[in-house]
Structures are given as C-alpha cells and as structure tokens.
C-alpha cells in the first residue's frame, strides 16, 4: 500500500462540464504522475509532478490540466469535459530507493462522460 | 518514436509455465517494469531489470536482454489467481521516472 487516495472513484458528468479528480499520498512522496487506460492503448501518461507547483506535460496532455500546491495533493482537471476522456484514470507516485525508483499506482478513478 | 510490444492475449493451464514476451524500441534506457493488472484494479508491480540477464521472485521470474531489446516475464506453477493482465513498461531517459507502457497482455488460465 503506497498511501495513495484517489477521488471520487466513480464519476458520471455531462459533455461541456469540468470534471476535477483529487490524488491524495501520506507519505511525503516527491513524484506524482496522472495516467489514463484505455483498452489497447495501454497506461498513458497525461501529466507529473515532481515538487509543490513544479509540473509538466505527459503525452496526452490536450484538455487537462493539473495542480499541486501541497506536497499530498495532485489535481487532475478536464476543463471541459469530451467522450473522448471517458477513462479509468490512474494516479502514481514514485517510491524512493527501493526496486529502482519503482511507480505505485493508485486505485484508480473511473470517469464516463455522457 | 517510443514503442512497446506484447501479445494481447494468452491462454495457459493450471500448473504450466507461460512466458510473456515484451520488446521495445524507446530514447534511451533506464530500466524496465512488469506490472499485474486484475481486471478493475489497479496495476501492482512485479519486477525490475535494469541489467541483462534473470531475476527471479518467486513462481515469476524476469529476464532483459538490453542489446537486443527484449524482456520476458515467465510465471511457473500457475494458478487460477494468475488470470489477469501483465503490463510491460520502460523507464526512457530523460529524467523524472516517467514510465511507457505497453498495451499489455491478458493471461487467462485454465484449469
């Protein structure tokens, strides 16, 4: 268990809306990832973190932003949410020194929009 | 570009070994991940090469060959509870351990 809260879990909302996902950790961790999955694309990496206020964009970045003004906390925002972000979003942290740096993943937020 | 590839799906029986291959074409090379994946969960990870050769935990064992950009995950004495998806992902370089992930690969075992 890597100490990694995502909410809410499960989410129905309207095309058009903003659609905020929060990642909580308590363990302090420096590094911080939002992915998505989708079926046969796999875990793709939308945006990270790796310091309060320090983020930059993964590889399908296009209608999300994030924030993290505090160390346990990494918001995941869909301004203005399309079909097209229907998907489970996954939040990650890194864990330090241990089986290389290896990512942890949270339990995931399952996101549909209608 | 950053590629990965595995078999979508494999079958197997209770008991058999099976081996999942994962090749990769990527910038640079920092190491490559097994994860687990049961249906509606969320990944856990299995194992870590960052040099050639086997490592082995257990019933899975995980073998890179980094010359020819290869890995396998073998799994021995397999169990029903094995059934689920293995997902294959390289650390590129560039710094701030992002992960690529293959599409992975759904194991049913049979009994």
């Known amino acids: 268990d890597a100490g990694i809260t995502q909410s809410p879990r499960h989410k129905v909302t309207e095309t058009g809306t903003p659609v905020t996902l929060r990642c909580h950790q308590t363990?302090?961790?420096?590094?911080m990832y939002w992915y998505r999955q989708d079926p046969g694309h796999g875990l793709r990496l939308i945006h990270y973190?790796?310091?309060?206020?320090?983020?930059d964009k993964g590889e399908v970045s296009d209608g999300y932003s994030v924030s993290r003004s505090k160390t346990e906390d990494f918001l995941l925002t869909l301004e203005s949410a399309t079909s097209s972000q229907t998907s489970v979003y996954f939040c990650?942290?890194?864990?330090?020194?241990?089986?290389?740096?290896?990512?942890?993943f949270g339990e995931g937020s399952w996101l549909t929009v209608v | 570009g950053q590629n990965i590839d595995q078999p979508t799906e494999m079958t197997a029986t209770e008991g058999a070994i099976v081996q999942i291959n994962c090749t990769y074409q990527?910038?640079?090379?920092?190491?490559l991940f097994w994860y687990q994946q049961h249906a509606g969960e969320a990944p856990t990870f299995l194992s870590y090469?960052?040099?050639?050769g086997l490592e082995e935990k257990g019933r899975f064992s995980s073998f890179l060959s980094r010359s020819k950009g290869y890995s396998y995950l073998l799994l021995k004495e397999l169990q029903m509870k094995d059934s689920a998806s293995y997902l294959c992902?390289?650390?590129?370089?560039?710094?701030?351990?992002?992960?690529?992930f293959g599409a992975g690969t759904r194991l049913a075992v049979h009994p």
């Open positions: 990650a942290i890194r864990g330090d020194g241990d089986s290389g740096n290896t990512i942890y």
């Open positions: 363990e302090n961790h420096r590094y």
């Open positions: 973190s790796y310091g309060v206020k320090d983020t």
């Open positions: 990527t910038s640079g090379f920092n190491g």
């Open positions: 090469n960052v040099l050639d």
């Open positions: 992902a390289v650390r590129a370089s560039g710094g701030y351990n992002k992960l690529i």
